[in-house]
């Protein structure tokens, strides 16, 4: 089935630690993102990618890093986490970088503890 | 910058008619879109404006004033299913160059 896989469903994650969120997608979508859910304050863009190759700055990407090496995957680092990086996070492609339907995988829930 | 303001709750009765609205402020518009998310899950596309008008898909519409910085999602017919967060999101030429960016979502509950 098409669409986008996020791995892993859900984390516990020991303050300090480094972590990376995997996004995997088979529609061959050349643009990606990152938000993350907080409650209140609806989805925020961390990352994006327009194409693979390319990735730009969201509204909120401190403590965050995000590679694009290929169209396929679009991993989000957390160098060293922190309790207020404790969110729902949702990876989302679309064709193109001008397009307005994303799909969206089913999201990474992270409790930084 | 952007921002857009959309109410936090609505309730609706099954069978009714319900109308979200969405007001916005951009640097640079190109067009509003509305998602529907049940239950934290994966949010889903449901509808875009880019230009002035009602555009229907099935039980759903969405309209656009870009003169009023204006738009609305309207449920008809509403289904228990119905119930969720309901998101209008616009895309503009800011800071992040045109990548959407999404209200705070509106928690549509609907009663037998």
């Known amino acids: 089935i098409a669409g986008i896989t996020q791995a892993p469903t859900s984390q516990i994650l020991a303050a300090g630690r480094r972590m990376t969120l995997r996004c995997t997608q088979d529609m061959r979508h050349n643009a990606m993102y990152w938000y993350r859910q907080d409650l209140g304050l609806g989805l925020r863009l961390i990352h994006y990618?327009?194409?693979?190759?390319?990735?730009g700055k969201g509204e909120v990407p401190d403590g965050y890093s995000v590679s694009r090496a290929n169209t396929d995957d679009f991993p989000l680092t957390l160098a060293s986490a922190v309790p207020s990086q404790t969110s729902v996070y949702f990876c989302?492609?679309?064709?193109?970088?001008?397009?307005?339907?994303?799909?969206f995988g089913s999201g990474t829930r992270l409790t930084v503890v | 910058g952007q921002s857009l303001e959309q109410p936090s709750e609505v309730t609706a009765v099954e069978g009714a008619i319900v109308q979200i609205n969405c007001t916005y402020q951009t640097s640079g518009f190109y067009g509003l879109s509305w998602y529907q998310q049940h239950d934290g899950g994966a949010p889903t596309f449901l509808s875009y404006n880019a230009l002035d008008g009602l555009e229907e898909t099935g039980r759903f519409s969405s309209f656009l004033s870009r003169s009023d910085s204006y738009g609305y999602l309207l449920l008809q017919e509403l289904q228990m299913k119905d119930s969720a967060s309901y998101f209008c999101?616009?895309?503009?030429?800011?800071?992040?160059?045109?990548?959407?960016?999404f209200g705070q979502g509106t928690e549509l509950s609907v009663k037998p």
């Open positions: 999101a616009v895309r503009d030429r800011g800071n992040q160059g045109g990548k959407l960016i």
């Open positions: 989302a492609s679309a064709p193109g970088h001008q397009e307005f339907g994303y799909t």
């Open positions: 990618s327009n194409t693979a190759g390319t990735t």
